[in-house]
Protein backbone atom coordinates (compact mmCIF):
# COMPACT_ATOMS: atom_id res chain seq x y z
CA UNK A 1 0.00 0.00 0.00
CA UNK A 2 0.97 3.58 -0.53
CA UNK A 3 2.17 5.55 2.58
CA UNK A 4 -1.18 7.11 2.70
CA UNK A 5 -3.21 4.65 2.60
CA UNK A 6 -1.04 2.96 5.57
CA UNK A 7 -1.69 5.95 7.31
CA UNK A 8 -5.69 5.88 6.72
CA UNK A 9 -5.72 2.02 7.75
CA UNK A 10 -3.91 2.34 10.85
CA UNK A 11 -6.65 5.21 11.74
CA UNK A 12 -9.47 2.68 10.63
CA UNK A 13 -7.88 -0.17 13.20
CA UNK A 14 -7.33 2.29 15.88
CA UNK A 15 -11.01 3.11 15.35
CA UNK A 16 -12.48 -0.46 15.20
CA UNK A 17 -10.35 -1.09 18.67
CA UNK A 18 -12.06 1.95 20.28
CA UNK A 19 -15.87 0.68 18.78
CA UNK A 20 -14.94 -3.12 20.55
CA UNK A 21 -13.72 -1.71 23.51
CA UNK A 22 -16.97 0.51 23.50
CA UNK A 23 -19.48 -2.48 23.03
CA UNK A 24 -17.48 -4.80 25.33
CA UNK A 25 -17.61 -2.21 27.87
CA UNK A 26 -21.50 -1.67 27.32
CA UNK A 27 -21.94 -5.56 27.54
CA UNK A 28 -20.35 -5.58 31.07
CA UNK A 29 -17.62 -7.61 30.03
CA UNK A 30 -15.28 -4.89 30.51
CA UNK A 31 -14.77 -3.95 34.31
CA UNK A 32 -13.56 -0.50 32.43
CA UNK A 33 -14.73 2.44 30.10
CA UNK A 34 -12.88 3.95 27.19
CA UNK A 35 -16.03 6.49 27.44
CA UNK A 36 -17.61 7.61 30.29
CA UNK A 37 -20.23 5.47 31.51
CA UNK A 38 -23.24 7.73 30.66
CA UNK A 39 -21.53 8.20 26.88
CA UNK A 40 -21.87 4.27 25.92
CA UNK A 41 -25.31 3.87 24.83
CA UNK A 42 -24.95 6.92 22.62
CA UNK A 43 -21.74 5.58 21.32
CA UNK A 44 -23.05 2.03 20.80
CA UNK A 45 -25.86 2.98 19.14
CA UNK A 46 -23.74 5.15 16.91
CA UNK A 47 -21.65 2.10 16.18
CA UNK A 48 -24.71 0.42 15.20
CA UNK A 49 -26.03 2.56 13.18
CA UNK A 50 -22.37 3.19 10.99
CA UNK A 51 -22.81 -0.88 11.06
CA UNK A 52 -25.61 0.00 9.24
CA UNK A 53 -24.79 2.19 6.88
CA UNK A 54 -22.03 -0.06 5.82
CA UNK A 55 -24.08 -2.88 5.30
CA UNK A 56 -25.98 -0.89 2.42
CA UNK A 57 -22.18 -0.14 1.15
CA UNK A 58 -21.59 -3.75 0.95
CA UNK A 59 -24.78 -4.83 -0.75
CA UNK A 60 -24.37 -2.07 -3.89
CA UNK A 61 -20.71 -3.26 -3.93
CA UNK A 62 -19.81 -4.76 -7.61
CA UNK A 63 -17.38 -7.09 -5.45
CA UNK A 64 -19.05 -10.53 -4.60
CA UNK A 65 -16.96 -11.04 -1.76
CA UNK A 66 -18.18 -8.20 -0.08
CA UNK A 67 -22.20 -8.82 -1.01
CA UNK A 68 -21.52 -12.27 -0.07
CA UNK A 69 -20.04 -12.41 2.81
CA UNK A 70 -19.37 -8.52 4.33
CA UNK A 71 -22.62 -7.62 4.21
CA UNK A 72 -24.32 -10.68 6.32
CA UNK A 73 -21.30 -9.62 8.32
CA UNK A 74 -21.94 -6.44 9.02
CA UNK A 75 -25.48 -7.08 9.31
CA UNK A 76 -25.22 -9.19 12.38
CA UNK A 77 -22.53 -6.99 14.11
CA UNK A 78 -25.16 -3.83 13.73
CA UNK A 79 -28.26 -5.75 14.66
CA UNK A 80 -25.72 -7.08 17.91
CA UNK A 81 -24.52 -3.71 18.27
CA UNK A 82 -28.19 -3.21 19.07
CA UNK A 83 -28.96 -5.52 21.46
CA UNK A 84 -26.04 -4.84 23.50
CA UNK A 85 -26.98 -0.60 23.19
CA UNK A 86 -30.71 -2.28 24.50
CA UNK A 87 -29.23 -4.09 27.33
CA UNK A 88 -25.89 -2.93 28.19
CA UNK A 89 -25.52 -1.33 31.85
CA UNK A 90 -21.99 -0.63 31.21
CA UNK A 91 -18.80 -1.43 33.78
CA UNK A 92 -19.64 -3.19 37.02
Known sequence: LPTSLRFGSAAAVLILILAALVILAQASILSWSPLPTRALTAATWTIAGYMAINTFGNVASQS????????????????LCVVVANNGTGPT
Not at 67 to 75: F, N, Q
Request: aromatic share 6%.
Open 64 to 79: SFERIVLAPTTTLIAV
